[in-house]
């Protein structure tokens, strides 16, 4: 019926504010927080909000996937968009994603973001090392715009 269910610490409320209702379609974990996506691609996040992991996220519909990080999340929207929000200092969020592209997939590492566009493409941004990506990766923003 799409309940959640949630175990493990509690220290930023990870089981205490979890959604008690059904109709979710997919969950996804990051360190302190969690995003869930609710039956018509609304996304609900608990837990942590230490890094904007809440208070920054989508409040519209139409997301088909969610991904979670460390301190941050992704979501993909209906219409090939991805938002990304949370960390702000790992880059790894509130930067525009490329618009260029239509986007099939995203996934979340520690303190990166992934997605894969509709023509083959890998776009990739947050901080990650250019040494263990893909050589034919595109990097949002490219390495050269990044600040430290």
Do not use: M
């Not at 099939?104 to 776009?123: E, F, H, T, Y």
């Amino acid at each position: 019926d799409g309940r959640v269910v949630t175990w493990g610490g509690n220290e930023s409320h990870q089981r205490a504010d979890a959604p008690t209702d059904g109709g979710h379609l997919a969950v996804a974990c990051g360190s302190l927080h969690s995003v869930a996506l609710r039956t018509g691609g609304r996304v609900v996040i608990w837990g942590d909000n230490g890094q904007n992991q809440r208070t920054r996220a989508p409040t519209d519909a139409g997301y088909v996937a969610i991904a979670a990080g460390f301190c941050h999340s992704c979501a993909l929207h209906a219409d090939g968009r991805v938002v990304s929000w949370g960390t702000a200092f790992l880059a790894v969020s509130n930067y525009a994603v490329k618009t260029d592209a239509v986007y099939l997939a995203i996934a979340c590492g520690g303190a990166n973001n992934i997605a894969l566009c509709d023509d083959g493409r890998i776009v990739t941004w947050g901080a990650c090392d250019p040494n263990e990506t893909p050589t034919d990766a595109v990097f949002w923003p490219p390495h050269d715009e990044r600040t430290t």
